[in-house]
């Protein structure tokens, strides 16, 4: 059911059952291992937490890591999850799916499972640190195809795959792809250490470039497929600017569809929240270096309505609290200065302009009047950071 709001949203909660993994992303935000970790959240508690947040009418559970399937009691977790009325999905890097494995994930209830693809042989093995993960990605994939569980692949977007994207789109159609979720990259755990592989503004606007006209092509030819961008809620304005310049009838409807969603603003500290593998709650799974509170202390839905929390209040209240040319951008309402976490992991200030907009002053209306008072009010933050490598926010701004 659609809320009256978007303002009004209980949060899609990703859980992040365990920080062990099999694999070694280079971008992982949870920085896993292929080993145990201590301080993990108990079946029992794991329980009380599910309850909790079946009772605080959570949309949908997503059960993360780490990898997921390395946890014994997954499978329990889940249960009492479904027998609690949670829509559970799944999040895994797919290596550990075989045919049984892919059956007991469908006869789980799984409603959706997200398999993590970086890329075309080689290119994801880079990505993932392990010879060989992306044979049993794919075979982890082509499992879950077998037994009829809804399945579809996520990349991330980086200078090391975004140029492989045609073939990318051709392998979407080959394998029968149903759906392909792809990210932009979010500064945290080893995702910060690679933050100088993310992508320039140019590089971004023609990785998006291709993304819209390969999606629009599948449509033309009658391939159902769902084709997501994630982490950029500048790329609903992009879009909306590219409609308008063709002058496409669609262009307004999508501009108030994106008005009601509200982009960022609605996103993370209001439709989505993390609880990580130790109980901590936070705004959205990048958000590991703030803890709003923990589910073995108080309850998930204490700690999200609690009306004191700061960074909760400055999330919920971004039209107020932006600064620099998010403040000042005329599709805020649409965008909602999209990722936080990027500005506070590039500037040190939660509320600083996102740094991945790709979007030209002149195409948001800042002007020079507006460079020039944002100077004299100490609010300009220089964005040269793509050109010169410099993310030390007190240099950058």
Not at 74 to 85: I, K, N, P, S
Not at 235 to 254: F, H, I, M, S, T
Not at 281 to 301: A, I, T, Y
């Amino acid at each position: 059911m659609r809320p009256k709001s978007a303002a009004e949203r209980r949060p899609v909660t990703v859980w992040n059952v365990t920080r062990g993994c099999n694999l070694r992303c280079i971008h992982c935000y949870t920085d896993s291992e292929a080993r145990r970790y201590s301080g993990e959240l108990t079946t029992e508690q794991g329980k009380a937490l599910i309850d909790d947040l079946a009772q605080f009418g959570i949309p949908a559970l997503l059960f993360s890591g780490g990898e997921p399937l390395m946890r014994d009691d997954l499978f329990e977790l889940v249960a009492h999850a479904t027998g609690q009325g949670v829509r559970p999905t799944l999040s895994t890097n797919g290596t550990l799916i075989d045919e049984a494995m892919a059956r007991r994930i469908k006869d789980a209830g799984f409603t959706y499972v997200g398999i993590s693809l970086d890329g075309i042989g080689e290119i994801n093995d880079c990505f993932r640190g392990v010879e060989g993960a992306y044979e049993r990605a794919m075979r982890g994939f082509q499992a879950c195809k077998s037994v009829e569980q809804r399945v579809g692949l996520r990349l991330t977007l980086t200078r090391h795959n975004y140029r492989d994207l045609h073939n990318i789109f051709d392998f979407i159609q080959r394998e029968g792809v149903d759906r392909a979720c792809f990210y932009h990259l979010c500064y945290a755990g080893r995702g910060a250490d690679i933050a100088q592989d993310d992508l320039t503004h140019e590089e971004s606007r023609e990785a998006v470039d291709i993304l819209l006209q390969r999606t629009q092509d599948f449509a033309e030819r009658g391939l159902d497929k769902e084709i997501l961008t994630v982490d950029n809620h500048v790329d609903g304005v992009y879009a909306y600017l590219k409609l308008k310049e063709a002058a496409d009838p669609r262009a307004q409807e999508v501009y108030d569809l994106l008005k009601w969603n509200g982009g960022g603003m609605f996103s993370s500290g209001v439709g989505i929240g993390d609880i990580d593998f130790l109980g901590n709650v936070h705004p959205d799974q990048f958000w590991m270096h703030h803890s709003l509170g923990n589910v073995k202390e108080r309850p998930f839905s204490a700690i999200w309505t609690d009306p004191d929390e700061p960074l909760l209040k400055l999330l919920r209240n971004r039209r107020d609290n932006v600064k620099g040319r998010c403040h000042r951008c005329q599709f805020f309402e649409i965008c909602g200065g999209a990722m936080r976490v990027r500005a506070d992991a590039m500037y040190g200030d939660p509320m600083a302009p996102d740094p991945a907009c790709y979007l030209t002053d002149e195409e948001i209306g800042v002007t020079d009047k507006d460079r020039e008072e944002m100077k004299a009010d100490g609010d300009y933050f220089h964005e040269d950071y793509w050109l010169t490598g410099n993310s030390n926010g007190g240099d950058a701004r």
